[in-house]
Structure formats: C-alpha cells, structure tokens
C-alpha cells in the first residue's frame, strides 16, 4: 500500500481499563482497523493524564491507579478513516475522538530478505546505513 502527501489522524483517547466484550477496548479498535484495512495502528500507554470525568490517573507510586491513559492512533486517507471512526464511535461510551489533517511524508514497511535478515537494505546490502553513506 502507497500512502504519501495529504491523510487523516484519527486518535481515539480511552482508559487501560476500558474493554469491549471482555477483551481490552483499544485492542478490539486495532482488530477493527487492520480488518478494515487500514494502513496502521498504534496504541500509546500514557504515564499520566485525566479526561471528561476530571479524574487524574498517574503511574506514580502512591497512586498507583489502573486505568492509565491510553491512545490509539490510525494514519490514512480520509476516504478511509472518517468512515471507520463512525463506525466505531460506539464502542467508545466515554473518552475523546479526533480527527485531524496531517501530511505522510514516508510510509514504509520492514524490508526482509530470503534469508530471513529483517535488517536487509532495499539495496539488498543487508544493512542499515543512511543513504550516501559508505558504513563506516
């Protein structure tokens, strides 16, 4: 899949805790998106934060909350995300959706040889040195 200049970010802000059908939230979100073939998914664990209900969750020892804030971040063309993040408004009963504009500058996926390096070059040098560089 190509995606390059003008997409959608869709972020979808959610607590640790929160499940769908007992099974955590965030990860029935991802599910979702590579079904609905989406061109990735990240979910982001927060250290710290408090949303709508003015509650702060903190990692911070002697608060020792367990319902920390986590994001889910989805990056591809409008014609794709807005669709999706209507489709999955429901299953978020509380926390923030937003979406916003952004500009891809590379998409790229893991380039692995035949032999099985995952560090192969697209040169096929096997390595990771920056373009133009010798790798010395």
């Known amino acids: 899949m190509e995606l390059k200049g003008r997409a959608r970010r ?4 959610i607590g640790e805790s929160d499940t769908w059908h007992g099974k955590p939230l965030y990860s029935e979100i991802v599910l979702r998106a590579h079904s609905a073939g989406l061109a990735g998914a990240s979910v982001f664990r927060g250290i710290e934060g408090y949303g709508a209900s003015n509650h702060i969750h ?7 909350s367990e319902d920390l804030p986590v994001q889910v971040v989805i990056v591809d063309t409008a014609a794709k995300v807005e669709p999706f993040a209507a489709r999955i408004e429901s299953l978020i009963p509380q926390g923030l959706i937003t979406l916003s504009d ?3 500058v590379r998409y790229a996926g893991r380039v692995t040889s035949d032999d099985g390096d995952n560090n192969a070059g697209l040169d096929g040098s096997g390595g990771n040195d920056a373009p133009g560089t010798d790798g010395r």
């Open 102 to 104: 952004v500009d891809v």
């Open 10 to 13: 869709l972020s979808i802000m």
């Open 58 to 64: 903190t990692t911070r020892i002697f608060s020792l």
